[in-house]
Nanobody
Framework: QAQLVESGGGLVQAGGSLRLSCAAS????????MGWFRQAPGKEREFVAGLEWDDGRTSYADSVKGRFTVSRDNVKNMVYLQMNSLKPEDTAVYYC??????????????????WGQGTQVTVSS
């Protein structure tokens, strides 16, 4: 059974940076998309960024393009989300997810099978 464990969340001032980590274990993730999602109180879970495990292709939500970078370390089975120029509206619980894909990086949460427990990111103004 696959397991995803996020870390790296915390409290940061607007304009600051955080790096989230996702430790993936329990199976091989070849042909999987690894996604980062977030959910703020009272809002739906939304796609933030994702990458394809095999070739490293990436995809970003418009709201984070140019500020966030998703990357992976295939040897360590880690996925990272580097978040720069953080804004108060980035405040949310951030989740790492994995889902089988043949080509695209899905943005719909229902396409992802495995989920981490989430890590809180709070950006103060």
């Amino acid at each position: 059974q696959a397991q995803l464990v996020e870390s790296g969340g915390g409290l940061v001032q607007a304009g600051g940076s955080l790096r989230l980590s996702c430790a993936a274990s329990g199976r091989t993730f070849s042909s999987y998309a690894m996604g980062w999602f977030r959910q703020a109180p009272g809002k739906e879970r939304e796609f933030v960024a994702g990458l394809e495990w095999d070739d490293g292709r990436t995809s970003y939500a418009d709201s984070v393009k140019g500020r966030f970078t998703v990357s992976r370390d295939n040897v360590k089975n880690m996925v990272y989300l580097q978040m720069n120029s953080l804004k108060p509206e980035d405040t949310a619980v951030y989740y790492c997810a994995a889902g089988f894909t043949l080509a695209t990086i899905p943005t719909n949460p229902s396409a992802y099978t495995y989920w981490g427990q989430g890590t809180q990111v709070t950006v103060s103004s």
